[in-house]
């Protein structure tokens, strides 16, 4: 009788947990069938904050190398069995340098910032152990080009009975990210979705503002490592609540955003 209550009472940590890997940013949930969100124009302007900027290489020209903040005001994401609402920024830093020696712009990537996220109290059962917070956390593989941007990245989960080391993908096995502004082209039972090209809306002195729409919906999840020191018992809970691993065609995430860029001879001194 013992195994059997903790097991139920695993069970409902788990499903909080479930839904905290399921998003990027955790606040709102919403039915697991909802259509992908389009790309939306009405988020208001941000701003901007070039204090991560990477520091360029030497031999690369200050006036043609461009540092970039992109921050996710609103958007979606559907891993797993779960959709979740993007309701809090996330903030990417990362630049291209220009070489004048070989005219090449590389990209570097910088910082990813976010805020950990609440699921929402008393939503699966439990008003305690539903405190469950995530935490997106880059995990390499940066890629960019003309607004098109690969990545990979993991989930920190964290509450008081699964520790602050339980992941939804990791640096070996992470979360593998291909957000164009154009029209996927998912393996079923997915169907294609469209982003948002980059559009000017402003600029404030030297920085340059545009808006931009990001989807993917072909990417896999992994499933959950780190769960209460690893325990298997808890990661494979965690795993069957949140429906992961998943394969692709069966996730989807979609960034609304605005982008603020500037040339590196015109940030601060």
Known sequence: MKATRVIRRMGKVALPVAGAATAMALAAAVPAQAAPTAPALADPVPTFDFSDCPTLPAGAEPRSSLCFNAVVTSGQMVLGKFTQNIVKPIRMTFATSYDPATREHTPI??????EKMLVMPGIFGDPILTAVYAKPEYAGGFQYSNFQVKMNMKIRLTNPFIGGSCMIGNDSVPIKLDLITGTTNPPPPNTPITGKPPV??????????????????SFSVPGARGCALDFGLVNEIVNLQAGVPSAA??????????????????LPA
Do not use: Q, W
């Not at 990537?109 to 976010?114: A, K, P």
């Not at 000017?200 to 919906?217: A, E, K, Q």
């Open 109 to 114: 990537f910088g910082t990813l910032r976010s």
């Open 249 to 266: 065609g069966k996730n989807s995430m979609v960034f609304n955003e605005y982008v603020g860029y500037r040339t590196y001879a015109s």
């Open 200 to 217: 000017i809306v402003g600029t404030d002195g030297p920085v340059v503002i545009r808006s931009v729409g990001h989807v993917d919906n």
